[in-house]
């Protein structure tokens, strides 16, 4: 167990629809990043944030947003919702920022779109 | 732009042999870290062992040893005697920066496409 919790487990949702991915960090960690998983994209960076604010930008879609509340949990929005959206949505945190700081990955939301 | 390039799709290893998961990188930063993950079937992303670009000492961790070779830009990890639970998918990182550079606290792990690793009894 990373200590990283990631909810829901599991999300099926129709095209077009739109979800929210909520993530809570290790206790004490400040940054919190994103990462999709797709058969044919691989894992992908999607956007990191630090102390509430937004730190590093990956590919993320316009149609995908994120935010990092003062009790450091955080949430991705996946808005218009496309069959290629499907994939496993990781959440990972770290004490920090540079240096090395391991990320931790929650156990993942796996997103079908139907 | 950092890249992480891992050239073995698919091993097979008996059990209790060593296996070498190979992992090339690219990269103009001066300064870096080099990350291991364990990917089982399960889904969760189980952080093995990290190598800095600076340290003096490939890393270890257990069974797992990075054979970091600066030169060759090259971040082998190596597991001694394995078992059938090491069985799953491993992948290579690299910590690189986000899209800001070098704001504080900015950085990405970039991924390999990942290998395979099956243990056979």
């Known amino acids: 167990d990373s200590g990283v919790t990631q909810t829901p487990k599991h999300l099926i949702t129709a095209t077009g629809q739109r979800v929210t991915l909520r993530c809570s960090p290790r206790?004490?960690?400040?940054?919190v990043y994103w990462y999709q998983q797709s058969l044919d994209q691989g894992l992908q960076f999607l956007i990191q944030y630090y102390n509430g604010e937004e730190r590093a930008k990956g590919n993320i879609l316009e149609r995908f947003s994120a935010q990092q509340f003062p009790d450091l949990h955080s949430e991705l929005n996946l808005s218009s919702l496309e069959l290629g959206d499907s994939a496993l949505y990781f959440c990972a945190s770290s004490v920090g920022g540079l240096g090395p700081y391991e990320q931790y990955f929650g156990p993942g939301t796996r997103l079908t779109v139907t | 732009a950092q890249k992480i390039t891992q050239t073995q799709p698919g091993m097979f290893v008996q059990e209790k042999e060593a296996v070498t998961l190979d992992c090339t990188y690219d990269?103009?930063?001066?300064?870096?870290?080099l990350f291991w993950y364990k990917q089982p079937s399960s889904g969760e992303m189980i952080f093995l062992i990290y190598q800095g670009s600076y340290d003096q000492q490939n890393a270890t961790e257990g069974r797992y040893s990075l054979n970091f070779q600066k030169a060759r830009k090259s971040a082998n990890l190596v597991i001694s005697a394995s078992q059938l639970g090491d069985s799953a998918m491993y992948f290579c990182a690299m910590r690189g920066r986000g899209s800001r550079g070098s704001i504080q606290g900015a950085q990405k792990l970039v991924f390999g496409q990942g290998t395979r690793l099956t243990i056979n009894p």
């Open positions: 206790s004490g960690d400040l940054s």
């Open positions: 990269t103009s930063d001066p300064s870096y870290g």
